[in-house]
């Protein structure tokens, strides 16, 4: 399908345990992003990637890993989930161009017990 | 410290009415600023945006007005449906990076029958 997906939608897991959360986009859009929801804070930048290759922090990296092998694909790691990352993650990507509008994945809700 | 706020976490009114939707930020360097809209179990799709060079845009029945003295923006939907009920987030820019949102907390608006 056309368009940025995510998976899993849905993942518990449990502290300690090493979590992958999947993006893709079919746009070939050059700038895709990670984000947190949580009550209270709105969406949190967690980490963004420019190009293949190329991928810097944002406001909340610390915990998480990304990958950026492909322009289409950028995964996101807990690497030692924490109760503290219980939240709900999106996706997004734009093609990076001045006010350039994000498109955002449908989310991947996440529960560390 | 919240550089994009939102303090109305709800907001209710009637269908057919208007809808206020508020928003402050504090970083007088942001020069491009977003409405977007969330509605449950999706990701956020973009509304409207206005730079800093103007005051009012307008895209239907939605306008977006901008104060930059009172670092202050508004959305207002006129006139009010069901369909609009959704969580909206106010998010702003810099010029420079305009890849990088900052988000407000997010407002939840229930539009009445």
């Known amino acids: 399908d056309a368009g940025i997906t995510q998976s899993p939608r849905y993942k518990i897991t449990e502290t300690g345990r090493q979590v992958t959360l999947m993006c893709h986009q079919t746009?070939?859009?050059?700038?895709m992003f990670w984000y947190r929801q949580d009550l209270g804070h709105g969406l949190r930048l967690i980490y963004y990637?420019?190009?293949?290759?190329?991928?810097d922090k944002g406001e909340v990296p610390d915990g998480y890993v990304v990958s950026r092998s492909k322009t289409e694909n950028f995964p996101l790691t807990l690497e030692s989930a924490t109760r503290s990352q219980t939240s709900v993650y999106f996706c997004?990507?734009?093609?990076?161009?001045?006010?350039?509008?994000?498109?955002f994945g449908p989310g991947t809700r996440l529960l560390v017990l | 410290d919240q550089q994009v706020k939102q303090n109305s976490p709800s907001l209710s009114v009637q269908e057919g009415r208007i809808s206020i939707l508020n928003c402050d930020y504090t970083?007088?360097?942001?020069?491009?600023f977003l409405w977007y809209k969330k509605y449950p179990a999706e990701g956020p799709t973009f509304l409207i945006s206005?730079?800093?060079?103007?005051d009012k845009n307008e895209d239907g029945r939605f306008t977006v007005f901008l104060n930059k003295s009172a670092k202050h923006l508004s959305l207002h939907i006129v006139p009010s449906q069901p369909g609009d009920s959704a969580v909206y987030f106010c998010?702003?820019?810099?010029?420079?990076?305009?890849?990088?949102?900052?988000f407000g907390s997010g407002t939840r608006l229930l539009v009445r029958p």
């Open positions: 990637s420019a190009a293949a290759d190329i991928t």
């Open positions: 206005i730079s800093s060079i103007k």
């Open positions: 997004a990507s734009s093609e990076g161009r001045l006010q350039e509008t994000q498109y």
């Open positions: 998010a702003a820019s810099l010029m420079d990076s305009s890849y990088k949102l900052i």
């Open positions: 970083n007088s360097m942001f020069d491009y």
């Open positions: 746009w070939s859009h050059s700038y």
